[in-house]
Nanobody, 115 residues
Framework: QVQLVESGGGLVQPGGSLTLSCAAS????????MGWYRQAPGKQRELVAA???????SYAEPVKGRFTISRDNGKNTVSLQMNSLKPEDTATYYC?????????WGKGTLVTVSS
């Protein structure tokens, strides 16, 4: 079993920055893709960014150029640097990974962008 624990959420003003971190523990051998999803109130959960085990990255269109996903395989962590935050980025952000075809999720961290 894989445990994912997110940290770094909080309240930030529009235009500000925030970095989310996710630490993986447990049965971590074999983790392939890791990613960040978000879910705003009343909306479906959506992919924000993902990175493969080989370092390829992909981003949702609304966050391209503002968010950066990075991964440290030695520390079993994945981070999401978020810049130029907008009110519409307000959501609970979830860390996710695949391991041998099974999907694992963290419990989420809330990001609120408001003045």
């Amino acid at each position: 079993q894989v445990q994912l624990v997110e940290s770094g959420g909080g309240l930030v003003q529009p235009g500000g920055s925030l970095t989310l971190s996710c630490a993986a523990s447990g049965s971590i051998f074999g983790i392939s893709t890791m990613g960040w999803y978000r879910q705003a109130p009343g909306k479906q959960r959506e992919l924000v960014a993902a990175t493969t085990g080989r370092g390829s990255t992909s981003y949702a269109e609304p966050v391209k150029g503002r968010f950066t996903i990075s991964r440290d395989n030695g520390k079993n962590t994945v981070s999401l640097q978020m810049n130029s935050l907008k009110p519409e980025d307000t959501a609970t952000y979830y860390c996710q990974c695949f391991r041998y075809g099974m999907e694992h999720w963290g419990k989420g961290t809330l990001v609120t962008v408001s003045s």
